[in-house]
T-cell receptor
Framework: GQNIDQPTEMTATEGAIVQINCTYQTSGFNGLFWYQQHAGEAPTFLSYNVLDGLEEKGRFSSFLSRSKGYSYLLLKELQMKDSASYLCAVRAIYGNNRLAFGKGNQVVVIP | EAGVAQSPRYKIIEKRQSVAFWCNPISGHATLYWYQQILGQGPKLLIQFQNNGVVDDSQLPKDRFSAERLKGVDSTLKIQPAKLEDSAVYLC??????????????FGPGTRLTVL
């Protein structure tokens, strides 16, 4: 099985930087995804990491360390529309490559 | 490009009743997934189809849940009979080929089910 742990909630100010952490335990690691989910809406894809290091996409960056079972999502220049839940999902070869999602981290952006 | 379509968006039923949800994936996507998302939790995979065949249904409560994708395009998920603990959002997702690696899943808007 896969264990994925994310902190539950954080509050940050508009314009600031926030880091959302995700730790996982799995066998046959085959990639890690970050999704954004606004309240009452579907998850939308943000980023994918399979090799160690940092992937940058505009205001969002995602980092992976496979040896530590650790990833983070970095949100820069926070905007009010970034208030959402951020879901970390791990794919493993064992188990049909199914995605196992964490509970999500709720980010609240305040003016 | 049209996204994943789902209907209905909301459904309220009494326990022991039956309910069905419909999903139409992104055109050309071979793989279709049904997830259950309980409030405050991440999505949990119920079933994965590759074209019209089942790849993974290990987490589907088969005594009450069933799903089909007869022509390899749209799909229906049924619950019969429903229990209170089935209250959740049912998300459908699709991806190009269902393989590993960076094959990305795209989600529909979901159906919010309330069982009274």
């Amino acid at each position: 099985g896969q264990n994925i742990d994310q902190p539950t909630e954080m509050t940050a100010t508009e314009g600031a930087i926030v880091q959302i952490n995700c730790t996982y335990q799995t066998s046959g690691f085959n990639g890690l995804f970050w999704y954004q989910q606004h309240a009452g809406e579907a998850p939308t894809f943000l980023s994918y990491n399979v090799l160690d290091g940092l992937e940058e996409k505009g205001r969002f960056s995602s980092f992976l360390s496979r040896s530590k079972g650790y990833s983070y999502l970095l949100l820069k220049e926070l905007q009010m529309k970034d208030s959402a839940s951020y879901l970390c999902a791990v794919r493993a070869i064992y188990g049909n490559n199914r995605l196992a999602f964490g509970k999500g981290n709720q980010v609240v952006v305040i003016p | 490009e049209a996204g994943v379509a789902q209907s209905p968006r909301y459904k309220i039923i009494e326990k022991r009743q039956s309910v069905a949800f419909w999903c139409n994936p992104i055109s050309g996507h071979a793989t279709l997934y049904w997830y259950q998302q309980i409030l405050g939790q991440g999505p949990k995979l119920l079933i994965q189809f590759q074209n019209n065949g089942v790849v993974d249904d290990s987490q589907l409560p088969k005594d009450r849940f069933s799903a089909e994708r007869l022509k390899g395009v749209d799909s229906t998920l049924k619950i019969q009979p429903a229990k209170l603990e089935d209250s959740a959002v049912y998300l459908c997702a699709s991806s190009l080929n269902g393989g590993g690696g960076g094959d990305t899943q795209y989600f529909g808007p979901g159906t919010r089910l309330t069982v009274l």
